[in-house]
């Protein structure tokens, strides 16, 4: 496998190319170019095609049904990928059945719909145009992890695919109609209510508006024209720029509440009646309380940059519940959710996890719609404001990301993780105040006498840090625990310096 090849050369029309970093700890994403860029690719056709090879020689490698959904993302090239990778995949001897035009939800939705346990869904999720990438898994509604992404990984570039018959291709051309169908069968909205439905011209387009207004409501469509330029912003609810086109639309037109949807359609983001944005894992958190007056004693999973409020809200302790900080990731917050039987598991990214009976246990953005329609639908004398407020107060930052080299991060992290729990066995304040808890399964996330909490963590997916800071008392108090962790980091060469301030 060629990992070094250079683009408009004989070399890398010929030879298949795939760089090692495109191997994320759950998916595989790479820069496949632009033509209004000048950074090289980092994966050409004939790699995406050894990719299929590999990933059906892992089929077979694990034991699993030789047959796999596919789909891919409204990006003008994607269509050229996912039929290099179901190359590969026939070449595997896999059977490929190929759903079309789809949101990663639509493909997880068909491994149901079809009785089929692997899926390949070719998206670029919310990066912007050039990137390219795969959302893998062979048991629903799981996908792959660091196990099976680093044997992937092996297999790949060290040209371990192995060729076999019985590789196939079916057309299958119901499913996403089907997939609509399904989200909205047996609900009803009752209550009066106007939706913004933002898209930004991605996937989510195609079925955002027919959905939600088969439940019932107003739908104020924005951006849902398909257009793979993406002309105003990129379909990205932790996008500023898309969320405030949505707050404009949201105040323009008196609407009850703005659903934000991202390229790939996993993801969901929230704008209130007022035209302010909630945080997914506060969503998440309103959610979590609505849901638990119906299932008593529920269990939630969360990832380690959410609200702390989960752990201490009255109203989920009130009705017995539950809750676990995981690792970030919408992959281990999936597996997670899976194995300890939870009714749900929240992103901060905006990635829900509604398990049985309320969801198959995917990420889907028009599932978490669903459920937010519902509780304001409960909720008739409450606005989505209103919910909001009902929740107990805290003050976050938004999350930062200092520079950290893929090669060092996770070695950084590690003695950042060490530092904290030294500190807290020595009994050392920090920003006054004594360590509680570490929690080290993603990194540190380190909690203080009276419930603020600091969070250091590698990022899965840049050469960075994550750093999120939450304090129940004050924003003063989020600026004083941010400054003391910027002074812990300062003694690190390896971190570049912060370049946001509080």
């Not at 048991?139 to 297999?155: A, H, S, Y």
């Not at 169908?181 to 209550?191: A, F, K, P, T, Y």
């Not at 009976?357 to 004398?381: F, H, K, Q, S, T």
Request: charge should be negative; charged fraction near 25%.
């Amino acid at each position: 496998m060629r990992t070094d090849l250079q683009p408009n050369t004989w070399d890398f029309e010929t030879q298949a190319f795939v760089t090692p970093a495109g191997f994320r700890e759950y998916d595989a994403r790479w820069w496949f170019g632009h033509p209004e860029s000048d950074i090289a690719p980092q994966i050409n056709l004939y790699g995406v095609q050894a990719l299929g090879l590999g990933l059906g020689t892992l089929i077979h490698e694990l034991g699993k049904d030789p047959r796999i959904i596919t789909g891919h993302d409204f990006r003008s090239y994607s269509l050229s990928v996912k039929q290099a990778l179901e190359v590969g995949l026939m070449q595997a001897g896999v059977e490929v059945h190929d759903i079309g035009l789809a949101l990663s939800p639509t493909a997880y939705f068909g491994q149901y719909h079809l009785d089929i346990g692997a899926v390949a869904m070719v998206t670029a999720s919310h990066n912007s145009n050039g990137w390219t990438g795969v959302k893998m898994g062979v048991e629903r509604p799981l996908t792959f992890g660091p196990e099976e992404m680093g044997r992937l990984k092996e297999i790949v570039l060290n040209d371990e695919g192995v060729a076999r018959v019985g590789g196939g291709y079916v057309r299958q051309t119901a499913v996403a109609e089907a997939y609509k169908v399904d989200i909205s069968r047996g609900v009803s909205i009752g209550r009066k209510l106007k939706v913004v439905a933002a898209c930004g011209n991605g996937t989510a387009g195609a079925f955002a508006e027919e959905v939600l207004s088969a439940m019932g409501v107003e739908v104020i469509a924005m951006d849902c024209a398909l257009d793979h330029t993406f002309p105003r912003y990129n379909p990205n609810p932790e996008d500023m720029k898309m969320l405030r086109a949505l707050s404009d639309r949201v105040k323009q037109t008196g609407a009850d509440i703005g659903l934000a949807f991202d390229g790939d359609g996993d993801r969901c983001g929230v704008v209130d009646n007022t035209g302010e944005e909630i945080f997914a894992d506060k969503v998440g958190l309103m959610l979590a309380r609505d849901l638990s007056d119906v299932h008593k004693g529920a269990k939630f999973v969360v990832d380690v940059k959410s609200t702390g409020l989960y752990a201490i809200d009255p109203v989920l302790r009130a009705n017995g519940c539950e809750t676990e900080y995981w690792k970030t990731g919408h992959s281990y917050i999936k597996r997670r959710a899976n194995e300890l039987g939870a009714l749900a598991g929240f992103e901060k990214s905006g990635h829900f996890f509604l398990q049985l009976p309320v969801g198959r246990g995917y990420d889907d953005g028009l599932v978490a719609a669903r459920c937010i329609l519902e509780m304001l639908d409960r909720n008739p004398d409450k606005t989505m404001a209103d919910l909001r407020d009902d929740l107990p107060l805290s003050h976050g930052s938004p999350t930062m990301s200092p520079a950290c080299a893929d090669e060092e991060k996770y070695a950084v992290v590690e003695r950042i993780v060490a530092s904290y729990q030294a500190r807290r066995a020595r009994g050392e304040a920090v920003a006054g105040r004594l360590i509680t808890d570490v929690n080290a399964v993603n990194g540190v996330r380190f909690t203080l006498q009276g419930g603020a909490w600091g969070l250091v963590r590698a990022s899965s997916n840049t050469p960075n840090l994550v750093v999120v800071v939450e304090s129940p008392h004050s924003k003063q108090d989020v600026r004083a625990i941010f400054q003391a962790i910027k002074a812990d980091l300062a003694i690190y060469p390896e971190i570049g310096a912060f370049d946001q301030e509080l």
